[in-house]
């Protein structure tokens, strides 16, 4: 509806972003990064070099715009995952599985975007600083699984460590209390505190887990190897369940 309201001229320059964006991004699949070149994309959509400012103000406006979208299309396949696998009757374990390849399934489709948002920054590029709520919503869907483990000593130093930080950073409970309402409670609630600490070092640990091996899989240091990747992530995610607790009837 709000596209069907652009005039023209807002159409148009609506059209030559997205255009813009898919040379870059195909820069991006073939040389990463560093092989972003605004001259070439210029170039190649006959463009002058002045002309494409006015679409970007620069290299880094641009990695902007792309880093902003990737994040929100992650976040978008990881909250469709969570709805899916909410329905019926499927565990906390099993939804916890159904998460983890809905990321490394995105991840693998589109690995040049992965790797912009999860790979080696580029040089001399800092990222705009609402992309750290773009990040929380892609890990958004693990904290109400978490939230309900009952984490074991393996991962008590993480619980604390987490306890500490929302205790200093009102924005972190901010996230887990938007995702998981239930682990938040009253400010003054130990066991509420409790669930959200465990929900922040689940949610922690189990990005640490998919970016360390679905990184290694989208950058191709499995060739040659009998494993899939799904299968050692699935391992991954096996021991972190076993670690919080998850689908164990309370002792």
Known sequence: MERAQQGPRARYREQTRAEIKDLALRQLAEGGGTALALTRIAKEMGLSGPALYRYFAGRDDLLNALIRDAYDDAAA??????????????????????????????????????????????????????????????????????????????????????????????????????????????????????????????AVLAWTQLHGSVSLEVAGQFAGMAHRGGTLLGAHMEMLADAFGLDQEPA
């Open 77 to 202: 396949a990881m909250a469709r995952a969570a709805a899916r696998s909410a329905k019926g009757s499927r565990g906390v374990r099993a939804r916890l599985h159904d998460l983890a390849e809905a990321y490394r399934t995105w991840a693998i489709a589109e690995p040049h975007r992965y790797l912009l948002i999860q790979g080696a920054p580029v040089p001399g590029y800092v990222a705009p600083a609402d992309t750290l709520e773009r990040a929380r919503a892609v890990l958004g869907p693990f904290l109400p699984l978490f939230a309900t483990g009952s984490p074991g000593p393996a991962v008590a130093a993480t619980v604390d460590e987490m306890t500490a930080w929302l205790a200093a950073d009102g924005t972190v409970g901010a996230w887990v209390a938007r995702y998981a309402p239930e682990a938040a409670g009253a400010p003054d609630a130990p066991a509420g505190e409790g669930r959200a600490a465990s929900a922040l070092a689940g």
